[in-house]
C-alpha cells in the first residue's frame, strides 16, 4: 500500500522562542559556500588565515559585508570563535561559536547601533536571560530560559521604566494569574500590551502559507527513506515584518535544509509582529514533527 506522509506543525507563537525539547541538538550548518540558503550561496567569501583560526567574510554582490565567521579548521566545517552580522553594513548581531554551538550572550543592534537584544545561549539553545531594550537603552522585556523553555517571571516594562506586564512559565506554559497595568500601574486591557500578529489575511492565513510551502521537502523526506523526524527552526522578522533569517536545528539531510531555505524565502507578504501597538522585530520558533504511519 502506497504510504502517505503525515505531517504535524505545533505553533509556538510568541514574542519569545521557547523549544521544548529534551536533549540537546546540534547548530545549524550555514557554510559560507553551503548552497542551502540561496540569499548565502550568492554571497562572495574571502577566506583569512587569522593565527590558528579562519576568518571567512561574505560580501553582497554589490561588495557589502555581510557576515564574519570564524572557523577552526582550514576545511571551514567547525565553527569556533566570534561571529559578526551585518544590516546596510552596520553591525546587526554579534555573538561566539564553540564547537559549531551558539554559547554565552550573543547581541542583537538596531540602525543606530544601540543594543536592542541580548540572549544567552547554551549549545545552541535558549539558556539564561533574555533581554529586549527600549531605544532609550532602558529594559524593555526581561525573561529566563532554562534549556530551551521559557521558565520562570517574564517581564515588560513601559519606556519609562513602570512594570507593564507581569507573566509566569512553567516549561514554557503560562501561569496564572497574568498581570497588565498602565505607565502609572493602574489595570490595563492585555490586547493594548501583548505582542500580536498582523497579517494579511489573519494569523491563520499565516499559518496557512506557510503549511502550503511545507510539500516541497516531501518527496526529499520519502527519497531518504525518514520515517519519523523531529526539528526545530526559527524565522527571525524585521520591524517591516519581512523574514530576514532561517535557523534550522537539528535536521541530519543538507537536501532537506536547502528544501526549507527556499521555501520560507518565498514568504512575500509581510508578517508584522507588535508590542504596545508598535511594530517589533521577532522571532518565530516552529518544532515540526513528520512521520509516515
Known sequence: MKKTLFFCLCLILQISIAFAQNKKTKSPKIIFNDNNDPIRASWIAQVEKTGESW?????DKGNVLQEEIQFKDEKLSVKEGEYKRYKAGKL????????????????????????SEEVSYSNSIYHGNRTTFWPNEKIKRIERYVNGYLHGPSNLYHQNGALASQQSYVKSIIQAPSKFMD??????????ILNSLDYNGGPLSFYRDMSFLLPNIFPILHQKDIKDITFYFVLRFSP?????D??????????????????????????????????????????LRFFTP
Open 55 to 59: 576568518l571567512v567574510k561574505l560580501h
Open 92 to 115: 546587526y548581531l554579534k555573538g561566539n561559536y564553540v564547537n559549531n554551538n551558539k554559547e554565552g550572550l550573543w547581541h542583537y543592534f538596531d540602525s543606530d547601533g544601540r543594543l
Open 183 to 192: 505607565e502609572q500601574g493602574a489595570p490595563i486591557d492585555s490586547a493594548k
Open 246 to 287: 532561517v535557523e534550522l536545528m537539528n535536521l541530519p539531510n543538507l537536501k532537506i535544509q536547502k528544501a526549507f531555505y527556499t521555501s520560507f524565502r518565498k514568504i512575500k507578504k509581510p508578517a508584522f509582529f507588535k508590542e504596545f501597538g508598535e511594530p517589533i522585530p521577532n522571532a518565530l520558533g516552529l518544532p
Open 240 to 244: 517591516e515584518g519581512i523574514i530576514e
